[in-house]
């Protein structure tokens, strides 16, 4: 038997005997949104539940976490007879929630978690797993308020939201966005009175990464600071401050199957899945300029953020690769970055938590390896509580070239440019034909749906769009993006020499971080395809993106009161830049950064530089 | 191996004051939550004498703060108000701090002890010349910790109607004090210090639910996300070294920041009557 734990982020396994003071067929690490509900439905299968909870209360985000509103997601599962009896304790008793009230749901869970025979181990932390020669986990390790204790267990569900425990047990793992590393921004949430109601402030307040303590340390303590209104101001009575941090997105394990995000948009549909998720790619990245070209596709090029769409998830999701019997429930499933911000919205979280804990009981009960448990053995329960509804979709239907020239002209073209842009063999001559098109709107969105497909037709449109400071902005759904940065992004992608005399005047006269970043990646993927101008490109970058160069990165709020934080950005873009810079053998001075305080991923790419 | 000349264990009000008077990296400050001060504010622990004579800049300071923000109002002061500025403060100490991190071992060693701690890096061993545990529940010596509590309670933030007259009604099982405005009172149960969160909710939620028909139209606003203790003693040497306090016996949490800078300044370490 070994015990794994980690050790400076690393998985570290040493050899291990040990006495179990108790054993279960199910330990549960985390108790929030998905552990919450793993736990209470393998326990109402009949399993022998330990729920070990950091907090001392169930619920994570939901709760102590100040997020006591449903975003998207659909009705139905097991957490709807929660949330009803949490409406009875609430109702005339305690001040109305925004979809629940947190306190009673608090309760709600408590009831109900005991009343199924979880024995809850609240302000406990998993801290090792002991596993044997198979990777199949024999018990745990944590830290109670009584102190140490070994327990035994068949299966282990972590539904620590970080992926903590099958990091500890050396399961593979992605974290954040290729160029970087990041991961998206965390919240800081506050909980106030707001007369007969309770309300929240809850903003983006920076960036962490959830694997490392002092980070995440740093993270929480600054973002608390947030809270304090200028002097002068009068502080709202607090009710309090977010007992957890909003980390939305940490590990990501590598489970038996990965739902990514280039699968999803090429259509690919999981079979046989146990719950569907229900949002847009939620993603509170404001710096879209650094990540990867899909996302830039989807969310600059067609401005699609707003835009939600069903998600099939199979078990397969949650089953650990390499290890028997150990699921990553919650928000650490296997998806990639960009399925990370869809897939991790309460409603879906709860049932995809459902799901692991009523698979998990079975095995147990079986004494056999997760994978082992047919589909028929509990899909039906599934199905019962309302898991397996499917969410409707309400997406524009384009069924041919006139539907798509009508939205391409109209105010809001986003699903056209998309739409146009996936099925190019099909419009691929009608968009061309469009770039000559008096309308404007006609020609540039089709610009953009041949940019994006990669069509080099689009060219000259794309080059008109950015030479005159075009200053359209879609009206599709939620949070769009300015037309002209969609041109700058395809400019950069489609890597012809014809578009860097632009793109260097463009940058010159740009202000603010949106602007210069949306260039500056622009200009580095040019100088990649272009050597012989290599030079140019890094002299101007040199003088716009210098040592005095401010750009601050306004991160997203998502509530009324929120605050607005801004990230500065100005560090992180000038390593990019000496990144690319040392590729091409140009100078680009980053000297004084050696003796600032850093984020953690600028140090990574500081050391990567140097 | 790291080492401090001193770890504190819990991110109490008295821990910040001792943190904020120390000097660079001499002193570490660990947090199993990820909350600071916790038995004050998240307690919603009663609150009073505000105007008390401070001792230190440091908590001079703090109270000039809550003042440039209106929170000061006597007995009706916006106690959680201070919680967002000490936070603030303590943003060039973050080196010195780690929230989130749990003990799981500590060994006596020449000269000190040797701390095993896990955070979400893993596993950390420190070392140091001395302990402070400021801890409620003890968390260097949990035996100590649950026999030293000698009273619990959960309290609860109310609203109270307007037209109500609280005070005058009477609620079985809860004791009732005015809060930071006329339109909140807290209510407050007295739990078994054995009780868990399940049972204590419960016990507060059951005695609210039966109030008087009266109080029907009041709501509760918030549930404490930590207990009042009520301890038997003030302080107690674990061993050589080794220390904790009790660091909840001041009346507010800016007279608990003025004692742990106090306490740094008299080079007397914690300054408590010793069980």
């Given at each position: ?178 160029l ?108 879209w300029a650094f990540e990867e070209d899909l996302a830039q596709d989807w969310m600059m090029a067609a ?114 440019i998309w739409?146009g842009s996936r099925?190019i063999d099909?419009y691929g001559n009608d968009l061309i034909a469009w770039l000559a098109d008096?309308?404007a709107?006609?020609s540039r969105n089709s610009a953009l749906a041949l940019g994006t497909a990669g069509r080099k037709e689009a060219l000259p449109v794309l080059l008109e769009i950015v030479k005159s400071r075009d200053?359209f ?8 993006q300015p037309r002209i940065l969609g041109a700058v992004y395809l400019l950069g992608k489609l890597g012809e020499a014809d578009s860097i005399s632009v793109l260097l005047d463009y940058i010159k006269s740009a202000?603010?971080?949106?602007e210069v970043s949306h260039a500056m990646m622009s200009l580095l993927r040019l100088g990649r395809k272009n050597e012989t101008r290599r030079e140019e490109i890094a002299q101007v970058l040199?003088?716009v ?31 990019i830049i000496?990144?690319e810079l040392?590729a091409w053998?140009c ?24 | ?275």
């Amino acid at each position: 038997m070994y015990l794994a734990e980690l050790r400076d982020r690393k998985s570290v396994k040493n050899k291990a005997e040990v006495a179990f003071d108790a054993e279960y067929d199910v330990v549960v690490a985390g108790l929030g949104t998905a552990g919450a509900l793993a736990a209470l439905s393998a326990a109402e299968n009949g399993a022998s539940v330990l729920g070990v909870e950091k907090l001392n209360l169930c619920g994570g985000s939901a709760t102590a976490g100040g997020v006591f509103g449903y975003y998207y997601g659909v009705a139905g599962g097991r957490f709807e007879k929660v949330d009803e009896r949490s409406a009875e304790i609430q109702k005339g008793n305690f001040i109305n929630g925004w979809t629940f009230n947190p306190e009673t749901k608090a309760i709600a869970l408590d009831e109900q978690l005991s009343g199924a025979g979880v024995e809850l181990c609240y302000c406990a932390t998993v801290i090792g797993v002991y596993l044997d020669d198979n990777n199949a986990p024999r018990g745990v390790r944590l830290v109670t308020p009584e102190g140490l204790r070994n327990v035994g267990c068949k299966v282990i569900l972590d539904a620590s939201g970080e992926g903590e425990v099958c990091a500890m047990a050396g399961a593979g793992y992605v974290e954040g966005r290729g160029l970087d590393g990041q991961s998206q921004p965390f919240s800081s949430v506050r909980v106030f009175a707001d007369g007969d109601k309770m309300n929240m402030a809850n903003f983006d307040a920076g960036y962490a990464i959830s694997s490392d303590g002092a980070d995440m340390s740093r993270a929480v303590i600054n973002s608390a600071s947030l809270h304090l209104v200028p002097e002068g101001e009068t502080m709202t009575e607090l009710l309090w401050i977010a007992t957890i941090p909003g980390i939305r997105e940490g590990r990501l394990i590598e489970c038996e199957k990965t739902l990514t995000f280039k699968n999803y948009l090429d259509g690919e549909r999981p079979e046989n899945p146990v719950a569907y998720c229900f949002s847009n790619f939620d993603s509170h990245s404001q710096d879209w300029a650094f990540e990867e070209d899909l996302a830039q596709d989807w969310m600059m090029a067609a401005s699609l953020w707003g835009t939600n769409v069903s998600f099939p998830v199979p078990l397969e999701c949650m089953i650990v690769k390499g290890f028997s019997n150990i699921m990553a429930v919650g928000r650490c499933l296997s998806v990639d970055h960009m399925m990370a911000c869809a897939l991790r919205m309460q409603r879906g979280m709860q049932k995809l938590g459902q799901a692991a804990g009523t698979v998990a009981a079975i095995a147990a009960s079986r004494g056999v390896d997760i994978r082992e448990v047919k589909r028929e053995e509990y899909i039906a329960q599934l199905e019962a509580a309302g898991c397996l509804t499917i969410p409707e979709e309400e997406r524009a239907v384009l069924e041919n070239a006139e539907d798509l020239k009508d939205a391409l002209a109209s105010a809001a073209p986003g699903e056209a440019i998309w739409h146009g842009s996936r099925n190019i063999d099909k419009y691929g001559n009608d968009l061309i034909a469009w770039l000559a098109d008096d309308n404007a709107n006609l020609s540039r969105n089709s610009a953009l749906a041949l940019g994006t497909a990669g069509r080099k037709e689009a060219l000259p449109v794309l080059l008109e769009i950015v030479k005159s400071r075009d200053a359209f902005i879609p009206a599709n759904l939620r949070r769009n993006q300015p037309r002209i940065l969609g041109a700058v992004y395809l400019l950069g992608k489609l890597g012809e020499a014809d578009s860097i005399s632009v793109l260097l005047d463009y940058i010159k006269s740009a202000s603010g971080v949106q602007e210069v970043s949306h260039a500056m990646m622009s200009l580095l993927r040019l100088g990649r395809k272009n050597e012989t101008r290599r030079e140019e490109i890094a002299q101007v970058l040199s003088a716009v993106v210098n040592a005095s160069a401010e750009y601050n990165l306004l991160l997203k709020s998502s509530s009324k009161s929120g605050e607005e934080v801004s990230e500065p950005m100005a560090d992180l873009m000038r390593l990019i830049i000496a990144r690319e810079l040392k590729a091409w053998g140009c100078e680009y001075d980053i000297s004084d950064l050696r003796a600032k305080r850093l984020s953690w991923r600028e140090r990574r790419m500081l050391e990567e530089v140097a | 191996m790291r080492h401090y000349r001193q770890v504190i264990f819990g991110g109490s009000c008295w821990a910040i004051g001792s943190l904020l008077a120390a000097g660079e990296g001499e002193v570490l400050l660990v947090e199993r939550s990820a909350s600071l001060g916790g038995e004050y504010f998240d307690s919603y622990r009663r609150s009073e004498g505000w105007d008390a004579p401070l001792d230190s800049a440091i908590a001079a300071n703090f109270r000039k703060e809550m003042g440039l923000r209106n929170m000061l109002r006597g007995d009706a002061t916006d106690f959680y108000g201070l919680l967002p500025a000490i936070y603030n403060r303590l943003g060039a100490n973050t080196d010195n701090i780690m929230m989130m991190s749990e003990l799981a071992g500590v060994t006596k060693i020449t000269g000190g002890y040797e701390l095993e701690l896990y955070n979400h890096s893993g596993r950390n061993v420190i070392c140091c010349d001395e302990i402070i545990d400021s801890t409620p529940t003890a968390v260097t010596r949990p035996d100590f910790g649950k026999d030293s509590i000698k009273g619990k309670r959960l309290n609860g933030s109310v609203l109270v109607s307007e037209g109500v007259d609280f005070f005058s009604h009477k609620i079985s099982g809860l004791d009732l004090r005015p809060g930071r405005s006329g339109q909140e009172a807290f209510i407050s149960a007295a739990v078994a210090p054995e009780s868990g969160w399940v049972e204590a909710r419960k016990q507060l939620a059951d005695a609210w639910l039966a109030r008087p028909a009266e109080l029907r139209d009041c709501l509760v606003r918030a549930i404490a996300k930590e207990f009042e203790y009520a301890h038997k003693c003030e302080h107690y040497e674990i061993d050589e070294n080794w220390t904790w306090i009790n660091a909840s016996i001041y009346s507010n949490p800016l007279l608990a920041i003025d004692a742990g800078v106090g306490a740094v300044k008299s080079g007397r370490g914690a300054e408590h009557v010793s069980c």
